[in-house]
């Protein structure tokens, strides 16, 4: 008999102390003389603010990454990206299928019978999935990265495959770090690379549940779970408006696409489309985009990308669901249906927890920054989206904001990348039924 691993009242404590103690250690490493390219010892405000970007996949950076950091402080940051990306996966994966058994539900990700705890042999079998999945996504990016940069732009092997597998565990854990002080603006009409960032942030920001049960598909064993359905199609939804609106409002901008060709526009179009789920790399300047790019991005940002995955924000899932229960009141119908299932009132209840405390949380953020600094409301505004949502998109203000600011945003960073999922998972949990309704009266709404 397998040995089963017990839930227990609050499961999120150990995902945000792992989280905090590696957090910690990157920190202590960055600091080290032998992490900086000049070999003099960095600040401990840096150092923390980048080892929290890093862990948290954020992307955001106070100081040049190839131009400060030495080898070993970038083979830290990317170490502490890929400790990120799969804590995330797989904490997030794990306290789904907690949730799930607390509920008496069967999830596509179980095949045993149905209990109030984790079977060890589950738990060691999403964990292999997925970093089986991690592994292969990264392997075929550095692939092409490392391929194409000997190819096209006289790399040698060794500097081509550093950049490759570096980009590569960046890209797909939604990370955003790059070794290039323009991110990817040299590559921005490049379909190879472009393409191969691309496609590694999308399936880094679907989520493992949905990967895995994409696998099973493919194999004719399962028919689609209704939160499959909701982060493909949502996805799909959010790529196409940002893609349309962002390469249509860019297109005669002389700062952005205004200077490329056809294919250029379309790439970088699709590119600035595509970052937002949580990526923070960029194929032409975020600061010289039209105010109204930056709102539309905003937004993309804001609603992040599937739930169990590298992206952040408040997950295109809650997004959808809120849209859902909009719909249904629009029509006046009493219950909210969603793709032939009946949507719970509990599951609706979280959906508007975690949507309005993030707003809460972003505009906080924005009046703070704007208190503080001088720079215009879209900038901080942007600036407090990417932070909160941990997407590490940037209009370039980050580096100039004061110590303290850049400790506040390490605290920021933190709570985005955890707390939606830990937030999300206390709400599930909480069971406390009344023993009496009190009577019901209707105050006036609107």
């Known amino acids: 008999?397998?040995?089963?691993?017990?839930?227990?009242?609050?499961?999120?404590?150990?995902?945000?102390?792992?989280?905090?103690?590696?957090?910690?250690?990157?920190?202590?490493?960055?600091?080290?003389?032998?992490?900086?390219?000049?070999?003099?010892?960095?600040?401990?405000?840096?150092?923390?603010?980048?080892?929290?970007?890093?862990?948290?996949?954020?992307?955001?950076?106070?100081?040049?990454?190839?131009?400060?950091?030495?080898?070993?402080?970038?083979?830290?940051?990317?170490?502490?990206?890929?400790?990120?990306?799969?804590?995330?996966?797989?904490?997030?994966?794990?306290?789904?299928?907690?949730?799930?058994?607390?509920?008496?539900?069967?999830?596509?990700?179980?095949?045993?019978?149905?209990?109030?705890?984790?079977?060890?042999?589950?738990?060691?079998?999403v964990v292999r999935r997925i970093v089986l999945i991690s592994l292969t996504v990264e392997l075929i990016v550095a692939t092409v990265f490392t391929t194409r940069l000997i190819t096209g732009y006289d790399y040698e092997f060794g500097d081509a495959l550093y950049s490759g597998v570096f980009h590569g565990i960046s890209a797909y854990n939604n990370a955003g770090f790059s070794l290039y002080s323009d991110s990817m603006e040299q590559f921005v009409s490049d379909p190879w690379i472009s393409l191969a960032v691309i496609i590694a942030v999308i399936i880094g920001g679907l989520g493992f549940p949905v990967l895995f049960e994409l696998g099973r598909r493919l194999r004719g064993k399962i028919h689609w779970s209704m939160h499959s359905k909701i982060t493909l199609l949502t996805t799909g939804v959010l790529l196409t408006i940002g893609f349309l609106y962002i390469t249509i409002n860019e297109w005669q901008n002389p700062a952005t696409m205004g200077g490329l060709g056809v294919i250029?526009?379309?790439?970088?179009?699709?590119?600035?489309?595509?970052?937002?789920?949580?990526?923070?790399?960029?194929?032409?300047?975020?600061?010289?985009?039209?105010?109204?790019?930056?709102?539309?991005?905003?937004?993309?940002?804001?609603?992040?990308?599937?739930?169990?995955?590298?992206?952040?924000?408040?997950?295109?899932?809650?997004?959808?669901?809120?849209?859902?229960?909009?719909?249904?009141?629009?029509?006046?119908?009493?219950?909210?249906?969603?793709?032939?299932?009946?949507?719970?009132?509990?599951?609706?209840r979280q959906a508007l927890t975690v949507a309005l405390l993030s707003v809460a949380l972003v505009m906080l953020t924005t009046i703070t920054m704007l208190s503080i600094s001088n720079h215009r409301l879209d900038d901080v505004l942007f600036e407090s989206v990417s932070v909160v949502a941990t997407v590490g998109l940037s209009t370039g203000i980050t580096a100039e904001l004061r110590p303290e600011m850049h400790v506040l945003m390490s605290i920021l960073m933190f709570i985005g990348r955890l707390g939606p999922i830990t937030l999300a998972t206390a709400l599930a949990l909480r069971d406390r039924p009344r023993r009496y309704e009190l009577p019901e009266e209707r105050p006036i709404v609107g």
């Open 1 to 125: 008999m397998r040995k089963a691993l017990p839930t227990t009242g609050h499961p999120a404590r150990a995902v945000i102390m792992g989280f905090a103690a590696t957090i910690a250690l990157g920190t202590v490493l960055l600091v080290l003389p032998i992490a900086a390219e000049n070999g003099q010892a960095t600040d401990l405000v840096t150092a923390l603010f980048t080892a929290t970007s890093a862990v948290c996949i954020t992307g955001l950076i106070v100081v040049d990454t190839s131009g400060h950091w030495s080898t070993f402080g970038e083979i830290t940051i990317i170490a502490l990206i890929q400790i990120g990306g799969l804590g995330i996966m797989t904490l997030a994966s794990l306290l789904v299928l907690m949730v799930s058994r607390r509920f008496g539900l069967r999830m596509q990700l179980s095949a045993q019978r149905e209990t109030k705890s984790l079977d060890l042999g589950e738990v060691r079998d």
């Open 264 to 348: 250029g526009k379309l790439l970088a179009g699709l590119f600035a489309a595509t970052m937002p789920r949580s990526a923070g790399f960029n194929s032409v300047p975020t600061g010289d985009m039209e105010s109204s790019t930056l709102l539309v991005t905003d937004v993309l940002m804001f609603i992040g990308g599937g739930s169990a995955s590298t992206a952040a924000g408040i997950k295109v899932t809650t997004f959808a669901l809120l849209a859902f229960v909009i719909l249904a009141e629009i029509r006046g119908e009493p219950t909210v249906h969603v793709m032939g299932r009946r949507l719970a009132a509990t599951v609706q």
